[in-house]
């Protein structure tokens, strides 16, 4: 299973997971997930990390709609970004003998114990969107391209500033432009991911002085923020701009998701600025929240990270898994976890500015411009 080799097309995505539906474990065939054809019905185990972030309830949605779509019995739990409920929850999933487990953990590397659980009941798991690590028992990984996310948030605040162009030609600007630097969550394995990318294309503009980090806080341990916290975001910005931006403005901020770039955006708002002074800001996971302060002026950018997708390429996975099949992977070689290097898929992201978030996210029938209207998709 280890060996996994082949890109999937969407496409080909679209057909399986069709034929899933039709003729999966819930719909009345031989063709069953499980093994040797029986018609048992599969239950599938889903954690998610909380829902604080919408993200978490668009993607917990997505996979438990997805799943039961192609005939599985769904088990999905939120833990409140809390590790040992957490872990108590995985622990009940494989008592309670689910046939596989789609994992998206709030510590990649706290759920050593339920990997080595899950193996000896010879439950499959699949790492979704943030890598377990430091254990062997992981077989697959569905997740974007961590690392394109971060060139693209970097790329997107260059754009921003004038110092690239649409196309990221460089265009001569040579600013100097006070940025400071917003990265996730160190527990999270995705975080460096996101904020290496970020800075593959910033730190060359930063060694030149076109870019300046006036706080001088710009390695990942000075500006990762514990749990994606939008309050804490929100603090070491008032904190920022006590110390370093009395008498200066900041004119851009990378903020790896969306809660993190609310919270430098509410700082700012309490210092001063307002939708016509606002410096760019990038952001992640397209919530609708941050949609709205795009669709106002107050953010820049956010990434679109279509849990459509990332759901249809787990509950293939899944299946693939429960048929005694390898799923079929397009990156066996960049996600190391410290044990094993685990095969993955890697999906595409997007980049969402006010000149197009309507194409990507209303015209998809992601968000309706009504939700965007009130920030809500209630």
């Given at each position: 299973?280890?060996?996994?080799?082949?890109?999937?097309?969407?496409a080909?995505?679209?057909?399986?997971?069709?034929?899933?539906?039709?003729?999966?474990?819930?719909g009345?065939?031989?063709?069953?997930?499980?093994?040797?054809?029986?018609?048992?019905?599969?239950?599938?185990?889903?954690?998610?990390p909380?829902?604080?972030?919408?993200?978490?309830?668009n993607?917990?949605?997505?996979?438990?709609?997805?799943?039961?779509e192609?005939?599985?019995?769904?088990?999905?739990?939120?833990?409140?970004?809390?590790?040992?409920?957490?872990?108590?929850?995985?622990?009940?999933?494989?008592?309670?003998?689910?046939?596989?487990?789609?994992?998206?953990?709030?510590?990649?590397?706290?759920?050593?114990?339920?990997?080595?659980?899950?193996?000896?009941?010879?439950?499959?798991?699949?790492?979704?969107?943030?890598l377990?690590?430091?254990?062997?028992?992981?077989?697959?990984?569905?997740?974007?391209?961590?690392?394109?996310?971060?060139?693209q948030?970097?790329?997107?605040?260059?754009?921003?500033?004038?110092?690239?162009?649409?196309?990221?030609?460089?265009?001569?600007?040579?600013?100097?432009?006070?940025?400071?630097?917003?990265?996730?969550s160190?527990?999270d394995?995705?975080?460096?991911?996101?904020?290496?990318?970020?800075?593959?294309?910033?730190k060359?503009?930063?060694?030149?002085?076109?870019?300046?980090?006036?706080?001088?806080?710009?390695?990942?341990?000075?500006?990762?923020?514990?749990?994606?916290?939008?309050?804490?975001?929100?603090?070491?910005?008032?904190?920022?701009?006590?110390?370093?931006?009395?008498?200066?403005k900041?004119?851009?901020?990378?903020?790896?998701?969306?809660?993190?770039?609310?919270?430098?955006?509410?700082?700012?708002?309490n210092?001063g600025?307002?939708a016509?002074?606002?410096?760019?800001?990038?952001?992640?996971?397209?919530?609708?929240?941050?949609?709205?302060?795009?669709?106002?002026?107050?953010?820049?950018?956010?990434?679109?990270?279509?849990?459509?997708?990332?759901?249809?390429?787990?509950?293939?996975?899944?299946?693939?898994?429960?048929?005694?099949?390898?799923?079929?992977?397009?990156?066996?070689?960049?996600?190391?976890?410290?044990?094993?290097?685990?095969?993955?898929?890697?999906?595409?992201?997007?980049?969402?500015?006010?000149?197009?978030?309507?194409?990507?996210?209303?015209?998809?029938?992601?968000?309706?411009?009504?939700?965007?209207?009130?920030?809500?998709?209630?």
């Amino acid at each position: 299973m280890r060996k996994l080799f082949a890109t999937a097309s969407i496409a080909a995505l679209a057909l399986s997971l069709a034929a899933c539906g039709g003729s999966g474990a819930g719909g009345g065939t031989d063709e069953g997930a499980g093994s040797g054809g029986s018609d048992e019905q599969k239950t599938v185990g889903v954690a998610m990390p909380e829902q604080t972030l919408q993200r978490w309830i668009n993607d917990g949605k997505a996979v438990r709609e997805g799943l039961e779509e192609a005939g599985y019995k769904v088990e999905l739990q939120y833990a409140g970004n809390d590790i040992p409920t957490q872990q108590e929850q995985i622990d009940q999933m494989i008592t309670k003998g689910v046939d596989v487990l789609i994992l998206a953990s709030i510590d990649g590397a706290a759920l050593s114990t339920q990997l080595d659980a899950a193996e000896a009941a010879n439950i499959p798991v699949i790492a979704y969107d943030r890598l377990l690590t430091g254990n062997k028992n992981v077989d697959f990984y569905v997740t974007f391209d961590n690392f394109n996310v971060g060139v693209q948030q970097g790329t997107s605040l260059l754009t921003a500033l004038g110092i690239v162009d649409a196309d990221g030609k460089e265009t001569g600007e040579k600013g100097p432009f006070n940025i400071e630097l917003f990265a996730g969550s160190p527990d999270d394995n995705n975080a460096g991911f996101f904020f290496n990318g970020a800075m593959s294309v910033l730190k060359p503009h930063i060694d030149a002085g076109t870019l300046v980090v006036k706080s001088g806080q710009s390695e990942f341990g000075q500006v990762a923020t514990q749990g994606w916290d939008q309050a804490k975001a929100q603090s070491r910005m008032d904190d920022l701009i006590a110390k370093s931006y009395q008498n200066d403005k900041i004119h851009g901020v990378l903020a790896s998701n969306d809660a993190l770039g609310r919270g430098a955006i509410t700082a700012m708002q309490n210092g001063g600025y307002d939708a016509a002074s606002m410096p760019p800001v990038t952001g992640q996971d397209a919530e609708i929240a941050s949609v709205k302060m795009i669709n106002e002026g107050l953010q820049y950018s956010t990434i679109f990270k279509d849990t459509r997708k990332l759901a249809a390429q787990s509950v293939q996975a899944a299946k693939d898994l429960l048929e005694g099949k390898s799923p079929e992977a397009n990156d066996t070689e960049t996600y190391d976890n410290g044990v094993v290097t685990v095969p993955s898929f890697l999906l595409e992201s997007d980049v969402v500015t006010k000149d197009n978030y309507s194409s990507l996210l209303i015209d998809s029938g992601y968000y309706t411009q009504a939700n965007v209207d009130k920030g809500s998709v209630d």
